[in-house]
């Protein structure tokens, strides 16, 4: 199920197990993951950039994602037994989704996921049917794209994008 990832931290990249919790996954201390050079050496830090999202409801998530996006699930720690981490690939980008039982729903926000989609109406109509919520109907954007903003069923931000 694990892939080989171009960068980044986690478990699909071999990445070391530093400790208990969710930002314990990291690349070797002092290394690039893609090189093995230490970045000592050029004073450049790893750039890769993953999303990841806490929730007290792994399984449920997961398949919000999976069913309103296709996502594709590419790894999942431990393979067996309960698990507390799961990449999902989603057309050329990852979400990993990480699970925590003391997170706290609706806490305040200030981050949002903007997913491009082929077609945002016919997403929109699914939202709610699979624990989502539409915040309003979809709208043409000056900059050329339709924007559909819902959250997911942790309450997360996303946008569904468009491009017209």
Same mark, same amino acid.
């Given at each position: ?10 478990p ?8 208990? =919790? ?34 007290p409801?792994? $399984? ?17 720690v ?9 990449d ?11 699970? $925590?039982?003391?997170?706290?729903? =609706? ?13 945002? $109406? ?5 939202v ?27 309450g ?9």
């Amino acid at each position: 199920m694990s892939r080989p990832v171009r960068g980044g931290c986690g478990p699909a990249t071999g990445a070391v197990f530093l400790g208990e =919790g969710p930002m314990s996954w990291g690349p070797p201390a002092g290394q690039h993951q893609e090189t093995g050079r230490d970045h000592k050496e050029d004073g450049v830090m790893p750039a890769t950039i993953q999303p990841m999202l806490i929730t007290p409801d792994l $399984d449920r998530l997961v398949t919000f994602y999976q069913q309103l996006l296709g996502a594709e699930e590419t790894a999942r720690v431990p393979e067996e037994g309960p698990t507390f981490f799961v990449d999902l690939r989603i057309k050329d980008s990852d979400l990993a989704i990480v699970a $925590d039982k003391s997170v706290q729903l =609706g806490t305040p926000q200030r981050s949002l996921l903007s997913v491009t989609v082929d077609a945002v $109406d016919e997403l929109l109509s699914r939202v709610e049917a699979l624990g989502g919520t539409v915040l309003g109907p979809a709208n043409d954007m000056p900059w050329g794209q339709r924007v559909a903003h819902i959250q997911d069923p942790d309450g997360n931000a996303v946008n569904l994008a468009q491009p017209i």
